[in-house]
Protein backbone atom coordinates (compact mmCIF):
# COMPACT_ATOMS: atom_id res chain seq x y z
CA UNK A 1 0.00 0.00 0.00
CA UNK A 2 1.47 3.51 -1.34
CA UNK A 3 0.47 6.43 -2.53
CA UNK A 4 1.13 7.56 -6.50
CA UNK A 5 4.74 9.86 -6.68
CA UNK A 6 3.79 13.04 -6.53
CA UNK A 7 0.84 13.02 -4.13
CA UNK A 8 1.13 15.65 -1.14
CA UNK A 9 0.26 13.83 1.91
CA UNK A 10 3.94 11.28 1.40
CA UNK A 11 5.35 14.63 2.65
CA UNK A 12 3.43 14.63 5.76
CA UNK A 13 3.74 11.47 6.04
CA UNK A 14 7.66 11.45 5.98
CA UNK A 15 7.40 14.16 9.20
CA UNK A 16 4.99 11.71 10.98
CA UNK A 17 7.73 9.03 10.41
CA UNK A 18 10.73 11.49 11.68
CA UNK A 19 8.27 12.95 14.72
CA UNK A 20 7.85 8.96 15.53
CA UNK A 21 11.82 8.34 15.49
CA UNK A 22 12.08 11.86 17.84
CA UNK A 23 9.29 9.95 19.92
CA UNK A 24 11.20 6.48 20.16
CA UNK A 25 14.04 8.39 21.40
CA UNK A 26 13.02 9.56 24.03
CA UNK A 27 10.58 6.70 25.03
CA UNK A 28 14.44 5.60 25.75
CA UNK A 29 14.17 7.61 29.72
CA UNK A 30 10.79 5.91 30.05
CA UNK A 31 11.64 2.40 29.42
CA UNK A 32 14.62 2.71 31.91
CA UNK A 33 13.14 4.75 34.47
CA UNK A 34 9.53 4.11 34.37
CA UNK A 35 9.56 0.77 33.42
CA UNK A 36 13.04 -0.59 34.40
CA UNK A 37 14.14 -2.17 31.00
CA UNK A 38 17.89 -2.87 31.28
CA UNK A 39 19.77 0.13 29.53
CA UNK A 40 21.22 -1.52 26.70
CA UNK A 41 17.75 -3.53 25.62
CA UNK A 42 16.21 0.30 25.90
CA UNK A 43 19.17 1.79 23.88
CA UNK A 44 18.43 -1.26 21.53
CA UNK A 45 14.94 -0.57 21.07
CA UNK A 46 14.88 2.66 21.19
CA UNK A 47 17.28 3.83 18.66
CA UNK A 48 16.73 0.57 16.74
CA UNK A 49 13.05 1.80 16.18
CA UNK A 50 14.02 4.97 15.62
CA UNK A 51 16.77 4.20 13.11
CA UNK A 52 14.47 2.03 11.86
CA UNK A 53 11.65 5.41 11.34
CA UNK A 54 13.80 8.01 9.99
CA UNK A 55 15.58 5.36 6.82
CA UNK A 56 11.33 4.46 6.54
CA UNK A 57 10.79 8.50 6.49
CA UNK A 58 14.11 9.16 4.24
CA UNK A 59 12.57 6.75 1.24
CA UNK A 60 8.97 7.36 1.01
CA UNK A 61 9.23 7.82 -2.68
CA UNK A 62 10.59 4.43 -2.82
CA UNK A 63 8.57 1.28 -3.16
CA UNK A 64 10.70 -0.25 0.01
CA UNK A 65 10.07 3.06 1.78
CA UNK A 66 6.39 2.79 1.75
CA UNK A 67 7.02 -1.48 3.52
CA UNK A 68 9.33 0.25 6.32
CA UNK A 69 7.04 3.09 6.87
CA UNK A 70 4.26 0.15 7.74
CA UNK A 71 6.92 -1.67 9.33
CA UNK A 72 7.84 1.49 11.68
CA UNK A 73 3.79 1.40 12.61
CA UNK A 74 4.16 -2.02 13.83
CA UNK A 75 7.00 -1.74 15.47
CA UNK A 76 5.82 1.21 17.62
CA UNK A 77 3.19 -0.60 18.87
CA UNK A 78 5.65 -3.61 19.91
CA UNK A 79 7.48 -1.41 22.01
CA UNK A 80 4.40 -1.56 24.49
CA UNK A 81 6.12 -4.87 24.90
CA UNK A 82 8.84 -2.99 26.61
CA UNK A 83 6.80 -0.23 28.38
CA UNK A 84 3.01 -0.64 28.43
CA UNK A 85 2.10 3.64 27.61
CA UNK A 86 4.38 2.48 24.38
CA UNK A 87 0.95 0.69 23.19
CA UNK A 88 -0.75 3.71 23.33
CA UNK A 89 1.54 6.11 22.31
CA UNK A 90 2.10 3.14 19.08
CA UNK A 91 -1.28 3.09 18.14
CA UNK A 92 -1.81 6.77 17.92
CA UNK A 93 1.16 7.67 15.80
CA UNK A 94 -0.36 4.30 13.67
CA UNK A 95 -4.03 5.65 13.61
CA UNK A 96 -2.30 9.49 12.74
CA UNK A 97 -0.36 7.30 9.71
CA UNK A 98 -3.74 5.67 8.88
CA UNK A 99 -5.44 8.99 8.35
CA UNK A 100 -2.73 10.41 6.59
CA UNK A 101 -2.56 7.44 3.86
CA UNK A 102 -6.11 7.54 3.78
CA UNK A 103 -6.36 11.14 3.17
CA UNK A 104 -3.82 10.79 0.44
CA UNK A 105 -5.71 8.21 -1.68
CA UNK A 106 -8.54 10.38 -1.20
CA UNK A 107 -6.35 13.34 -2.78
CA UNK A 108 -5.77 10.95 -5.64
CA UNK A 109 -9.19 9.82 -6.46
CA UNK A 110 -9.77 13.69 -6.95
CA UNK A 111 -7.20 13.93 -9.32
Known sequence: MRLADGNPMTRTLSLTLIFEAIVFVLAIAGMIQVSGVPVGLALGAGLGAAALAIVAG?????????????LTQVVAIALGLLTPWMYGVGAMFALLFVVEFVLGKRIEARG
Open 58 to 70: GTLRRPYGWTLAW
